[in-house]
């Protein structure tokens, strides 16, 4: 994520209508990149207009999440600092605001992180906070994407219609902010799609796309997909082609469907290489000219 200036901001804060907060965060929190490429699409389908940015001075390892140099015939023009912005847009349809918080994982400070975005949710008005994740499961890639949710309370936690998530482990910045929110007394919720762990390191459109579902489901509004279908199918007969080719990966696909077709199996997987999977996968890919890591 580049912003023009990490100190840009409106000359005055603009008067939104019932806004709602959605945030996605490159990084732990985003497997095969699925909340990052959501949020992205829905600043473009949206027509999202910049709205200010957080000072990555205090929050990034350089190191880690370098500026970004841009030249112009052969002159430095300008060094991009790499950070979290939020934009804002109208909701398709309706008088309401949202605001899209489009981040990546901090390396330091968390807690003040939070409370940062926390004051642009009180100088906005934003009354409800939404968060994207993505993580790592076993489960096939040839069966319809799992989205978990958590929330605030019970009741909008079964108006989610979702799998609640009964995770306990380390967490990423997703689950912090939306634990600040809910300390804060802001209501929150978090959607987390499930990705295949043996083909994670590849962008999985199929998994954002089952993320823009729920914000329809959550919001009642309709948003355009797009391109991201057609990359979905075409995201999962690669991977298809991948395991046919494979007689490892393609064992180990059809031991994933069979548990999941009878999910109360008692008999556990065998063990499987999953980094070694991983990495013929990249390898396939990389002969097929589609890209891996960062594509």
Same mark, same amino acid.
């Given at each position: 994520m580049t912003d023009r200036d990490p100190h840009d901001r409106p000359e005055r804060e603009p008067r939104l209508v019932d806004p709602v907060m959605i945030a996605a965060f490159e990084g732990w929190n985003d497997a095969g990149e699925a909340a990052s490429t959501a949020l992205e699409h829905l600043e473009l389908s949206w027509d999202a207009t910049p709205l200010a940015s957080i000072d990555p001075e205090d929050y990034y390892d350089f190191?880690?999440?370098?500026?970004?140099?841009?030249?112009?015939?052969?002159?430095?023009?300008?060094?991009?600092?790499?950070?979290?912005?939020?934009?804002?847009?109208?909701?398709?349809?309706?008088?309401?605001?949202?605001?899209?918080?489009?981040g990546i994982e901090p390396n330091l400070r968390w807690r003040s992180f939070c409370t940062e975005l926390l004051g642009h949710i009180e100088r906005l008005g934003v009354m409800k906070v939404?968060?994207?994740?993505?993580?790592?499961?076993? &489960?096939?890639?040839?069966?319809?994407?799992?989205?978990?949710? &958590?929330?605030?309370?019970?009741?909008?936690?079964?108006?989610?219609?979702?799998?609640?998530?009964?995770?306990?482990?380390?967490t990423g910045i997703v689950g912090v902010f939306q634990n600040a929110c809910v300390e804060a007394g802001v209501p929150a919720m978090s959607f987390w799609a499930a990705v295949p762990h043996y083909v994670s390191q590849a962008r999985v459109p199929k998994a954002a796309v089952a993320l823009l579902h729920r914000i329809?489901?959550?919001?009642?509004?309709?948003?355009?997909?797009?391109?991201?279908?057609?990359?979905?199918e075409e995201w999962e007969?690669?991977?298809?082609?991948?395991?046919?080719?494979?007689?490892?990966?393609?064992?180990?696909?059809?031991?994933l469907?069979?548990?999941?077709?009878?999910?109360?199996?008692?008999?556990?997987?065998?063990?499987?290489?999953?980094?070694?999977?991983?990495?013929d996968f990249e390898r396939y890919l990389r002969r097929r000219g589609t890209g891996g890591t960062g594509s």
């Open positions: 190191q880690v999440t370098r500026p970004h140099v841009r030249y112009a015939d052969g002159v430095t023009r300008k060094i991009e600092w790499q950070t979290t912005r939020l934009s804002v847009a109208t909701l398709p349809g309706t008088e309401r605001h949202v605001v899209l918080v489009n939404i968060t994207l994740g993505a993580l790592l499961t076993d &489960i096939p890639h040839t069966r319809p994407t799992t989205v978990s949710g &958590i929330s605030h309370d019970t009741d909008s936690a079964n108006r989610m219609q979702v799998e609640p998530s009964t995770y306990q482990g380390p329809e489901e959550v919001l009642d509004v309709e948003v355009p997909l797009g391109g991201l279908p057609e990359q979905a007969r690669t991977v298809s082609e991948m395991a046919e080719a494979d007689d490892e990966v393609r064992e180990y696909v059809r031991q469907e069979e548990q999941a077709a009878n999910e109360d199996a008692e008999e556990p997987l065998p063990e499987a290489d999953g980094d070694a999977i991983a990495a």
